[in-house]
């Protein structure tokens, strides 16, 4: 079965401080995708990034980076410096290749980030 | 913004009632996502609707359908509803294909009382 652990249901951290949030998958495909999602509080979810189960590669993009392991099965986010507007709900996905839909995501529960001043 | 965008924003319904929630993909894009978020939880694949028909579905009961239209505009439609079909209903629009990003619009949030 295809699944994905968010373990983390909330974080507070101060701002200017690094925060890591954690994601691990579950999935039999040898072909898969995972993304990240960000949910401000008004609903709408922001894509962040997407990695194919082919590319390990970690990435940077600003304050935001990546950890692909598929040792490990994670794909762990971390936020570099938070500010005060990084406060969301952040959701990991899995999408998997062989589905009748493709493109259909499996989400995480979600972790709640509160970055105060 | 993504160019997706959803209608109503907001939505009171009586249990037992039929509801139509909108959407309005982004441009160029050819295949639409429902999702259902309830308080608290990830949002739970409902059903993706290509080429005006229904290409995949979720645990979801039949009072559960949809439509696509050939503007690649989208319609869910909930019969007969529960108590626990309040949630946020968010859809999705992307290009037919493995792994490509989803865009989502804002949702609707739906209650039923």
């Known amino acids: 079965a295809q699944k994905v652990t968010q373990a983390q249901t909330e974080i507070s951290v101060v701002e200017k401080e690094d925060v890591t949030l954690d994601c691990v998958y579950e999935?039999?495909?040898?072909?898969?995708?995972l993304f990240w999602y960000k949910q401000p509080p008004s609903g709408e979810l922001v894509f962040l990034i997407r990695?194919?189960?082919?590319?390990?590669q970690n990435e940077i993009s600003g304050r935001y980076s990546w950890n692909f392991q598929k040792s490990t099965s994670s794909f762990n986010f971390t936020i570099t410096a938070s500010q005060v507007v990084d406060s969301a709900v952040y959701f990991c996905a899995l999408s998997e290749r062989n589905r009748g839909s493709q493109g259909n995501l499996i989400f995480g529960k979600g972790t709640k980030l509160s970055v105060k001043p | 913004e993504t160019g997706v965008t959803q209608s109503p924003t907001h939505l009171i319904k009586t249990r037992g009632q039929q509801v139509t929630l909108r959407c309005s993909s982004q441009s160029g894009h050819n295949t639409v996502s429902w999702y259902q978020q309830a308080l608290g939880q990830g949002p739970q694949f409902i059903f993706q609707y290509y080429r005006e028909e229904e290409n995949g579905r979720g645990n979801f009961p039949p009072r559960f359908s949809g439509l696509q239209f050939p503007n690649y505009s989208s319609e869910l439609n909930v019969n007969a509803l529960e108590l626990d079909d309040s949630a946020l209903y968010l859809c999705a629009s992307s290009l037919q294909g493995r792994g490509t990003e989803a865009f989502f619009g804002q949702g609707t949030r739906l209650t039923v009382v």
């Open positions: 990695r194919n189960s082919f590319d390990e």
């Open positions: 999935t039999r495909d040898t072909t898969y995708y």
